[in-house]
Structure formats: C-alpha cells, structure tokens
C-alpha cells in the first residue's frame, strides 16, 4: 500500500485557470505536509507546507489540510505556463519523510 | 537556491562497480537524509543520518550505505551497482528539533547511469 497517493496526471488547465492538485495519505502519525515542484531535469523545491487542518495561503498557492480525511490539497490561482511541472505531495511524521509519485501538470497558454 | 550542494552531478558507471556520492548540507542544519528518484517515480527515502549516526532508513539493501561527517556533510556509498541503481539521487538538509516533520530542503541531485 503505497503511503502517499496521488493522481499521476497529466493534469492540464488554460493559463489563468486554477489548478487543484489532490493526494491522500495513509499514515495516521504524520503530521506535517508539505508541496514541491519539480521541474524536468531538475530537483524537488518546495512550495509550501501545512500542518494544521485548514487552509494555508501563500501568493498564488494555498495548501489544504484534512487529516480527518488523510486529505491534502494544492490550489493554484492564476495558473501561468511557467506553473507547468510535476508537483510532489509528500507527509512527515518521524524521521523521514514520504512522497508521492507526483501529478504532472500542464498549463496551456 | 537552498544552500545545499551535491557532487558530481552526473556520472556513468559499470556494472558491479561502485560509487560515492557527496552533500554539503545548508548552514545550521544537523540532519542529512538521502533520497533514490527514478524516472517517473517520486524521491524514495534511503536513510538520514543525524549526529554523525544513521537514525533512520527506508527499504534499500545493506549495500547503500552512507556517513556524515562532524561538519555536517555527508556521502552516500553504493556497492555491487546494478542496472537498476540508475535514478537521480538526491540530498536533503534539515534541522532536526526532536520533534516530527521537519523540512527538508533539496539539493541539485546527482544522476547516476549505470551501464
């Protein structure tokens, strides 16, 4: 059973839309979550992180949090081809930290 | 940017050889963790290493293994390389605080092909 889950895409949406990036987790003690974007050829940079339930705005970002429902979500607002990436959910409760397998986003302009 | 940086950056190796990988972790930050990424796939933990001890490892055979040094950098060893070894191997620096889910912050990762 794979700990963190998310839909592999592609994902694509028109340039000024609002892009809603979705994963779920499995295990119960993690606590804290957090978003990267990777672009290709490159390595995972953070965007944002949550740790309460509830949202968390950041600019055009804001983070989701149901831990009721082992649910985290990414909004973009205003989604601009440079957003065109793969975006890793990814969940820490101890000494590591577990990622998904990523959802490839397209934003068409 | 995030202060972290990993060597080589690419490099090609046989079969059967073997190979080391090196990180210097962010300024302040006392916990390195590593990281395997296929293609396609997500970052797949290996272990973390925190006061110069391996506190932590995921499911990879005994022939990885890794030090950190008391500067805070560190090296990830990889014996007995096979085919499937090649992915993008990334280095992560944190600061751990004793709690749980402290961020970790990439470096630029190295690739390694093996061949």
């Known amino acids: 059973q794979k700990e963190v889950e998310q839909n592999s895409g592609p994902l694509s949406v028109p340039e000024g839309a609002i892009a809603s990036l979705n994963c779920t987790y499995s295990?119960?003690?993690?606590?804290?979550f957090f978003w990267y974007r990777q672009y290709s050829g490159k390595s995972p940079e953070l965007i944002m992180s949550?740790?309460?339930?509830g949202d968390k705005e950041d600019g055009r970002f804001t983070a989701q949090l149901n831990k009721a429902s082992q649910y985290v979500s990414l909004l973009i607002r205003d989604s601009q081809p440079s957003d065109s990436a793969t975006y890793l959910c990814?969940?820490?409760?101890?000494?590591?930290?577990?990622f998904g397998a990523g959802t490839r986003l397209f934003v068409k302009a | 940017e995030t202060g972290v940086t990993q060597s080589p950056t690419h490099l090609i190796k046989t079969r059967g050889q073997q190979v080391t990988l090196r990180c210097s972790s962010q300024?302040?930050?006392?916990?390195v963790s590593w990281y395997q990424q296929a293609l396609g796939q997500g970052p797949q933990f290996i272990f973390q290493?925190?006061?110069?001890?391996?506190?932590g490892r995921g499911n990879f055979p005994p022939r990885f293994s890794g030090l950190q040094f008391p500067n805070y950098s560190s090296e990830l060893n990889v014996n007995a390389l096979e085919l499937d070894d090649s992915a993008l191997y990334l280095c992560?620096?944190?600061?751990?605080?004793?709690?749980?889910?402290?961020?970790?912050?990439f470096g630029e990762g190295s690739w390694l092909t093996v061949v």
């Open positions: 992560a620096s944190s600061v751990s605080r004793g709690g749980s889910g402290n961020t970790i912050y």
């Open positions: 295990d119960r003690g993690s606590q804290s």
């Open positions: 949550i740790y309460s339930n």
């Open positions: 990814a969940g820490s409760g101890g000494f590591k930290t577990i």
């Open positions: 300024s302040g930050h006392n916990t």
């Open positions: 290493y925190y006061r110069e001890e391996e506190n």
